[in-house]
């Protein structure tokens, strides 16, 4: 079975751009999550969805905003983009609600670079 | 905000030494687990601790965990260059069961 996938792999955009990420996840799980990494820390939560909707938000402004599709793909969207929110963003599936109380299975990620 | 601490913040060792990083966090926790991530890309989970297990072995991983102290740690025995990477605790659990909270990691260097 295929991992969980990302796309882009890497994304260079401009300030005050928008910008949609994309993630699928292990065949069967229905649970996505969203982490932003900037260089050098651990990655911060942003968003969990499990069947289609929100279940979880992190500690970031109103221009992050994701959804999960019918097949449990997700979309993650910044506007207005700031050159502080370069930085590796990481999707994880799990098959469970809960999503947190077995591993989760991480994407390679989308390298964003805002310039 | 982070939850976890890992210490060190870098560790150096050669080839076939242990290497041991340890982790502290701030809340009540379900479980912690342990994540590696190479090259800055895409996370690998290594292990995983529930609160009520004191210690856990996965090949050659052995991992602790001190409620008490609110603290972990993570041995990698007979390491191999292959084990150079960046090694996160996570926790979940205390009141939030949707979400991980990440350290800032311990990037690991084994030198051949």
């Known amino acids: 079975d295929a991992g969980v996938t990302q796309s882009p792999t890497h994304l260079i955009k401009t300030r005050g751009q928008h910008v949609t990420l994309r993630c699928s996840p292990i065949?069967?799980?229905?649970?996505v999550s969203w982490y932003q990494q900037v260089l050098g820390q651990g990655p911060q939560f942003i968003f969990q969805?499990?069947?289609?909707?929100?279940?979880g938000r992190g500690n970031f402004p109103d221009r992050f905003s994701a959804r999960q599709f019918p097949n449990y793909s997700s979309e993650l969207n910044v506007n207005a983009l700031l050159l502080g929110d370069s930085a590796l963003y990481l999707c994880?599936?799990?098959?469970?609600?809960?999503?947190?109380?077995?591993?989760?299975?991480f994407g390679q990620g989308t390298r964003l670079t805002v310039v | 905000s982070q939850q976890g601490e890992e210490d060190p913040q870098a560790l150096s060792i050669q080839e076939g030494e242990n290497a041991t990083m340890n982790c502290s966090y701030k809340?009540?926790?379900?479980?912690l687990q342990w994540y590696r991530q190479n090259s800055g890309r895409g996370l690998v989970h290594l292990i995983l601790?529930?609160?009520?297990?004191r210690e856990k072995h996965s090949g050659r991983l052995r991992v602790t965990l001190d409620t008490s102290k609110k603290s972990s740690s993570l041995l990698i025995t007979a390491s191999r260059a292959a084990d150079t990477a960046s090694y996160f605790c996570?926790?979940?659990?205390?009141?939030?069961?949707?979400?991980?909270?990440f350290g800032k990691g311990t990037l690991l260097t084994v030198n051949p």
């Open positions: 809340t009540s926790i379900n479980n």
């Open positions: 601790i529930r609160s009520n297990e």
């Open positions: 994880a599936s799990s098959p469970f609600r809960g999503g947190v109380n077995t591993e989760a299975f």
């Open positions: 996570a926790t979940a659990g205390g009141g939030s069961n949707y979400k991980l909270t």
């Open positions: 065949s069967g799980h229905k649970s």
């Open positions: 969805y499990y069947e289609k909707e929100e279940r």
